[in-house]
């Protein structure tokens, strides 16, 4: 009976060279009994119905004899058994794969048909090491682990390496300086950054990262206001009393045409003195006089010294 802290089959290896020592090495006829010693056997098998049989019984000794004959008493049988299942493909020293594959299945005989066959596991024996093959489940089981595990790595690898750009939105920029495998033979002084090189690159990353909050905070009131506008001249005052407050801008005046002397034509037509070319013109309508024409006397008129009576 297996201990419950013993180790499950499939994660041991197994191997004795005293018994193949013992057994004169390790080929067909004494596989079936090498695998009988590790613990991967199991002592309620035909195999060990077989072996106990042919151990007390001499009638029975030549089926442990070879393989062939072994083998053919186990078909012969019903229950838990164990067979090669392959071989390899050279059995010389130092040929072949020297792989051999043991399959424990249950045989139930059936009548006037062939035996039905379950296969439980299999093992590999190599050289002198045996091995007991993963199930489907465990292969699946271990892959998808390894998926897992490798997802749950590179999801905060990759969110490190994404920023946020306010013309290219979320990119995932590559880190520059990467780890080199070779070994430095000699490090140069000139590489060497300066304290002021040093605060320069955290002032300038510092910056950049300000730059970056600061255009998400701008994005983030632009996707949450967006919709919303104000006037350019907002209105203050209370009601009745209302009253637009100016922007600070300066008006502009409309571009003016300049004023260009001695042409009429594009500053208009001058004014005239009216006046002056009124009494021109009365004068003008008189008849001119001759330089011989006598002076014209004036009539002096008579002024009455007789005062009205009074009635």
């Keep these: 009976m297996s201990n419950s802290n013993d180790p499950p089959l499939d994660e041991i290896q197994w191997r004795s060279p005293p018994i193949i020592a013992n057994m004169g090495g390790l080929h067909s006829n004494t596989i079936l009994f090498y695998f009988a010693e590790s613990p991967f056997f199991e002592r309620t098998s035909n195999n060990a119905v077989i072996m106990s049989q042919a151990m007390n019984n001499m009638a029975m000794y ?9 083998e053919a008493r ?26 051999w594959v043991i399959r424990k299945q249950t045989r139930r005989k059936r009548y006037d048909e062939e035996d039905e066959v379950i296969v439980h596991a ?14 489907l489940s465990d292969i699946l089981a271990s892959r998808l682990m ?27 920029q590559l880190p520059s300086n990467q780890p080199s495998t070779r070994p430095k033979l000699q490090d140069s002084n000139e590489a ?8 320069k690159t955290a002032a300038q990353k510092n910056d950049e990262l300000s730059l970056e909050r ?17 006037d350019e001249n907002p209105i203050t005052g209370r009601p009745g009393e209302f009253h637009l407050s100016s922007t600070g801008r300066k008006v502009v005046p409309p571009p003016q045409l300049a004023k260009q002397e001695g042409i009429g034509s594009i500053s208009g037509p001058p004014t005239l ?8 013109d009365g004068k003008a309508d008189k008849t001119p006089r001759s330089a011989t024409a006598p002076k014209p006397k004036r009539r002096k008129s008579k002024m009455s010294t007789s005062t009205p009576t009074a009635s």
């Design 62 to 70: 030549h089926y442990i004899q070879t393989r062939e004959a072994f």
């Design 74 to 99: 186990l078909k012969t049988m019903s229950g838990l058994e164990f067979i090669v299942g392959e071989e390899p493909a050279e059995m010389a020293p130092g040929t072949g794969t020297g792989v």
């Design 122 to 135: 299999s093992y590999f024996v190599v050289g002198e090491n045996i091995y007991m093959a993963p199930t």
């Design 146 to 172: 390894t998926i897992s595990s490798a997802i749950a790595k590179a999801l905060p690898a990759a969110e490190s390496l994404r920023k946020w750009r306010p013309s290219l939105g979320h990119v995932y």
């Design 192 to 199: 060497t950054p300066m304290p002021e090189d040093a605060g």
């Design 214 to 230: 600061l255009a998400e905070e701008s994005f983030r009131i632009h996707m949450k206001y967006g919709g919303e506008y104000v």
């Design 273 to 280: 003195n009216t006046k002056l070319d009124d009494k021109k």
